[in-house]
């Protein structure tokens, strides 16, 4: 690689560092806002017009704030977990294409690329966890292990199904493949694993357990603040748009519009982040809807639900794929089987026990006896 070509690297990625950091910025305000109206609040509208300055204030504030070191916490270890958190969230985005050509490399193997990378943050939350040196860290980074890779076999399911359907690992054969019908409607089971598990991923609602306050009082990142509580919050955020854009080019159609032509650069970047903010919004409906899982909820979820569906799905689309099944039918089979696992839920949920609860109320006449 010649010097040129590294200056061009580097620009590359500084560039596309300062576009997600805008991208945070109206993400966390979007959110407050499309919050706010599903709870009849009207949510940030002190500070700038109409409340657009909110999420710069409350960037400016973070940067300003003091960075608190505990005198018991592993210093290295503390000071690095952000970054093994952050630094994978960014590198996925080195090959996720916003439009036609429109990317900083484009692989061959770039949704193996994209797994491969994402795994790795597991890492950060666990140390950061550990080096707090701190009982609800730990437990915090301990829950985060146990929920990423419980829920990161759903995702790799549901993206192996769509790389045999495309024939490629490649983001922009797989957009092109969709040109027709995308695969949404192909596999509406795997787009509803895939984003189940991308919530997971994340630690949103309803699947926040490793950061749960009313439980774990923050998780990994309770001994943190300031600046260093800020990477942690963004890489939350770039993944979230991480998983609507991955979302829109697996499933969506990416920059794909009927009527709009794929191959110019501003409307493909048009189409890609309106289909992406929808995707965003729903992410964010989902927080302001539902509340949060239990543990044992969650990790049954997974194991006896996600999971096999995923490999469901894998069989079909394969024998589908074998048979040379026409693709409405196999659309239906995948919408089908969804349907019947809610069916399934809805009825369990119906017809399980309720637990009982006896609630004794305090009776100073038995005091006495008590004592004795």
């Given at each position: 690689?010649?010097?040129?070509?590294?200056?061009?690297?580097?620009?590359?990625?500084?560039?596309?560092?300062?576009?997600?950091?805008v991208?945070?910025?109206?993400?966390?305000?979007?959110?407050?806002?499309?919050?706010?109206?599903?709870?009849?609040?009207?949510?940030?509208?002190?500070?700038g017009?109409?409340?657009?300055?909110?999420?710069?204030?409350?960037a400016?504030?973070?940067?300003?704030?003091?960075?608190?070191?505990?005198?018991?916490?592993?210093?290295?270890?503390?000071?690095?977990?952000?970054?093994?958190?952050?630094?994978?969230?960014?590198?996925?985005?080195?090959?996720?294409?916003v439009?036609?050509?429109?990317?900083?490399?484009?692989?061959?193997?770039?949704?193996?690329?994209?797994?491969?990378?994402?795994?790795l943050?597991?890492?950060g939350?666990?140390?950061?966890?550990?080096?707090?040196?701190?009982?609800?860290?730990?437990?915090?980074?301990?829950?985060?292990?146990?929920q990423?890779?419980?829920y990161?076999?759903?995702?790799?399911?549901?993206?192996?199904?769509?790389?045999?359907?495309?024939?490629?690992?490649?983001l922009?054969?797989?957009?092109?493949?969709?040109?027709?019908?995308?695969?949404?409607f192909?596999?509406?089971l795997?787009a509803?694993?895939?984003?189940?598990?991308?919530?997971?991923?994340?630690?949103?609602?309803?699947?926040?357990?490793?950061?749960?306050?009313?439980?774990?009082?923050?998780?990994?990142?309770?001994?943190?603040?300031?600046?260093?509580?800020?990477?942690?919050?963004?890489?939350?955020y770039?993944?979230?748009?991480?998983?609507?854009?991955?979302?829109?080019?697996?499933?969506?159609?990416?920059?794909?519009?009927?009527?709009?032509?794929?191959?110019?650069?501003?409307?493909?970047?048009l189409?890609?982040?309106?289909?992406?903010?929808?995707?965003v919004?729903?992410?964010?409906?989902?927080?302001?809807?539902?509340?949060?899982?239990?543990?044992?909820?969650?990790?049954?979820?997974?194991?006896?639900?996600?999971?096999?569906?995923?490999?469901?799905?894998?069989?079909?689309?394969?024998?589908?794929?074998?048979?040379?099944?026409?693709?409405i039918?196999?659309?239906?089979?995948?919408?089908?089987?969804?349907?019947?696992?809610?069916?399934?839920?809805?009825?369990?949920?119906?017809?399980?026990?309720?637990?009982?609860?006896?609630?004794?109320?305090?009776?100073?006449?038995?005091?006495?006896?008590?004592?004795?």
């Amino acid at each position: 690689m010649s010097l040129l070509d590294l200056l061009k690297t580097i620009s590359a990625i500084m560039g596309m560092l300062t576009v997600l950091s805008v991208i945070v910025l109206s993400l966390t305000l979007l959110e407050r806002k499309f919050i706010g109206r599903i709870q009849m609040r009207k949510g940030p509208n002190r500070v700038g017009p109409f409340g657009l300055l909110q999420p710069v204030a409350d960037a400016i504030k973070l940067v300003a704030k003091e960075d608190i070191l505990p005198t018991w916490v592993d210093k290295v270890i503390y000071w690095v977990s952000p970054l093994v958190v952050f630094i994978p969230t960014f590198m996925i985005w080195v090959t996720i294409p916003v439009a036609r050509d429109v990317v900083i490399r484009n692989l061959d193997m770039g949704l193996f690329y994209i797994i491969a990378f994402s795994v790795l943050s597991i890492v950060g939350l666990i140390s950061a966890g550990w080096a707090s040196a701190n009982k609800y860290a730990i437990i915090g980074g301990f829950r985060a292990a146990a929920q990423l890779i419980s829920y990161e076999i759903p995702i790799i399911l549901s993206v192996l199904a769509i790389a045999m359907l495309a024939g490629s690992l490649n983001l922009e054969r797989i957009v092109d493949a969709q040109a027709t019908t995308p695969y949404i409607f192909l596999q509406p089971l795997g787009a509803f694993l895939f984003l189940c598990g991308g919530l997971a991923e994340l630690g949103r609602t309803p699947f926040d357990i490793h950061p749960a306050e009313s439980e774990v009082v923050g998780g990994p990142f309770v001994e943190y603040s300031g600046a260093h509580w800020s990477v942690f919050f963004l890489a939350e955020y770039i993944n979230t748009f991480a998983i609507a854009a991955l979302t829109t080019l697996l499933f969506l159609g990416g920059w794909l519009f009927p009527g709009l032509p794929g191959n110019v650069t501003a409307s493909g970047v048009l189409v890609f982040l309106t289909k992406t903010y929808l995707v965003v919004l729903v992410i964010f409906w989902f927080r302001g809807t539902y509340p949060r899982l239990r543990i044992d909820q969650l990790m049954s979820l997974g194991w006896k639900v996600l999971v096999p569906l995923g490999f469901i799905n894998v069989v079909v689309t394969a024998v589908a794929l074998k048979t040379e099944l026409n693709e409405i039918i196999l659309g239906l089979i995948s919408f089908v089987i969804l349907a019947s696992t809610f069916w399934i839920i809805s009825v369990r949920m119906r017809t399980a026990p309720k637990p009982e609860y006896t609630v004794r109320l305090y009776d100073p006449s038995l005091e006495g006896l008590n004592a004795r």
